[in-house]
Every structure is written in C-alpha cells, then in structure tokens.
C-alpha cells in the first residue's frame, strides 16, 4: 500500500519533435517507448532517472502555453489494498485496470481536481520492457 515514487508527470504538448528535443537532446533524458495511435507517434515516455518518468502525449488543443501538466502518476507497491483503503475513506477511484502499458493502474482526484494515477508496474510494463504502446483510447 506504500507509495513508492512518483510514476511519471505527464505533459501535454503542441509539437512533440520540439518536446522530445529538449527532454532527451538538451536533458538528457532516455526516450524508451512511443505511443502509437492510428500508425503514428502521439506521444512519448522519457526516463529521467531509475524509475522517474515523463508522459507526454500530442494535443494541438493546448492553448496559450507549449505544454501543460495532465495529472500526475504514483508507482505504488500494493495497488489493490491502497484502493481498498482509499474506498474505506470515501474516496471515489475507479476500477483497477490492465493499461496499454501492462501496468495496473485506477484513478482518483485530489481535493483541488488534479487527476492523480496510481500504478504497479508488472514484469512486462513497458516501463520495464521499453516496448511501444499501442494507444486504444
């Protein structure tokens, strides 16, 4: 039930060859898996370090800023028990579910709205595996 570390904050951005240039070019930072939707890249994972990551997924939509913050991601050692804890306080989640990435992962807010995620990663997460996504949603 421990929260681990931060999983990843994800970005919003208008032109990604620009947001992967300044992660990964002037960074530094480890680009290890697309998304795909549609047969094309619509967003990238960057590793920043060990198990700290970036999300980032194309949105032309984004207005008057480059980028924006999307919600934010915590690893977690025991996802079914912190949601069973988290239900116990009257906290609405969602279900648990198998994301794109093999990760489990469910959904909350925080008291100010942000969406907060929560994942364990398994043997074949793409975290783990560096494998590209197939985008479903």
């Known amino acids: 039930m421990k929260v681990k570390s931060i999983g990843h904050i994800c970005i919003l951005s208008k032109d990604l060859e620009a947001t992967k240039h300044f992660y990964c070019d002037l960074l530094g930072f480890e680009k290890i898996f697309d998304f795909i939707k549609e047969g094309r890249v619509s967003g990238f994972y960057f590793k920043i370090s060990n ?7 194309e949105n032309k ?4 800023t480059h980028s924006k913050m999307l919600h934010i ?3 977690v050692e025991d996802i079914k028990g912190l949601k069973k804890m988290l239900d116990s306080k009257k906290i609405k989640t969602n279900e648990i579910s198998l994301g794109s990435d093999n ?3 469910f959904w909350v807010k925080d008291p100010d709205g942000i969406d907060i995620e929560f994942q364990e990663y398994t043997k074949a997460s793409s975290q783990r595996t560096k494998k590209n996504v197939a985008m479903t949603w």
Do not use: G, R
């Not at 198990?51 to 997924?57: G, T």
């Not at 939509?61 to 008057?64: M, P, Q, S, V």
């Open 51 to 57: 198990d700290n990551f970036i999300e980032v997924f």
């Open 61 to 64: 939509k984004t207005e008057n």
């Open 73 to 75: 991601c915590f690893e």
């Open 103 to 105: 990760s489990y992962q």
